[in-house]
């Protein structure tokens, strides 16, 4: 597709509210699954630990 605009693009035809949402919510969701692994990861190395 070629957008007209920067503003187009980010409309995506009325439905960037949708996209962007989307998008924002599954890369909130991959960050806080790596976290969450790192997270398990620390707590076993400190368990093995001790």
């Known amino acids: 597709m070629h957008w007209q ?6 409309a995506m035809g009325g439905y960037g509210f949708y996209v962007w949402t989307s998008f924002g919510i599954t890369a909130l969701c991959c960050v806080f699954e790596v976290c969450q692994l790192r ?12």
């Open 5 to 10: 605009s920067f503003e187009a693009f980010i």
């Open 39 to 50: 997270r398990r990861q620390q707590q076993l190395v400190l368990k093995e630990a001790t």
